[in-house]
């Protein structure tokens, strides 16, 4: 079995705000395909560093490269825009512009690409908005008249209009109830497989978490203090991780045991 792709890779990373130290040789690999999700305390540096991944700020120290071109490198410029284009970002809040419709929201990345006609842009912003389950009698509304789910359903729309291969979300689920929270997650799940999405996630949502994660990088310490699946995470001896998961814990062992028992039930004749 071959090696899988490193869509974005993190090397030898230091962030530091005057003397304070938040990330400290950082090394991380985000794999083509799968759902990593990144959790840790307050302030941690969980945001700071996925909007280092975005090119939205600069690490002190060490490289950030996505798509194998160094956002540091004074020649990804050149390169930014159809990089840009392969990754879309759902803002924790949505981030929906409050001036512009629901529509205009969606058309506005298309429409910074200069290249498709209006009738083009019409199409595709109405099947971006079906994709995530907002109809057509919503385009017009502005975001003051949304509800908190259908803001974060908006800025997703608008996060994949250019069918990126990369899709950040920084706390997907935060401010809705349960049951928007689980109807989400199950959005984001068929468009993963749908579009082909490698995700890189922020939440502090358990529930989220253990539903979409196929690895979780710690951040404590300044470091990744491990990285891993579910199983390998909750296992490893961390005050944090001790703490994160004491809410879960038994939902966590149900499942590894349900699984266990699985695995070694006799086959029936």
């Known amino acids: ?59 002190a120290q060490g490289s950030v490269r996505i798509f194998g071109n160094d956002r540091a490198d004074a020649s990804f410029n050149y390169q930014k825009k159809c990089v840009h284009g392969r990754s879309g970002v759902l803002f924790q809040q949505g981030a929906l512009f409050s001036a512009l419709s629901v529509f205009d929201n969606v058309a506005l990345p298309l429409r910074e690409l200069h290249a498709l006609s209006e009738d083009m842009i019409r199409d595709l912003v109405m099947i971006k908005l079906d994709m995530v389950a907002i109809g057509p009698e919503h385009a017009n509304k502005m975001p003051a008249a949304l509800s908190g789910g259908m803001i974060k359903r908006v800025a997703l729309a608008r996060a994949l209009a250019l069918d990126p291969e990369v899709l950040f979300l920084d706390e997907p689920t935060a401010g809705l109830d349960p049951e928007l929270s689980e109807g989400f997650v199950e959005l984001v799940l068929a468009l993963r497989n749908e579009m082909d999405l490698t995700i890189v996630m922020v939440t502090h949502d358990l529930d ?62």
Request: charged share 20%; proline share 4%.
């Open 1 to 59: 079995m071959s090696n899988p792709e490193c869509i974005i890779e993190i090397e030898s990373l230091y962030t530091q705000f005057g003397d304070h130290i938040v990330h400290r040789d950082i090394n991380l690999c985000v794999y083509r395909g799968e759902i990593l999700t990144l959790i840790g305390g307050s302030g941690s540096g969980k945001t700071t560093l996925l909007r280092q991944m975005l090119g939205l700020e600069e690490p």
């Open 208 to 269: 989220t978490l253990v539903a979409l994660s196929d690895r979780i990088a710690v951040l404590a310490d300044q470091q990744v203090v491990v990285i891993g699946t579910l199983d390998e995470v909750y296992r490893f001896p961390h005050p944090f991780i001790n703490s994160f998961f004491k809410s879960i814990r038994h939902k966590i062992e149900q499942k590894n045991n349900s699984e266990q028992t699985w695995k070694t039930a006799p086959m029936l004749s």
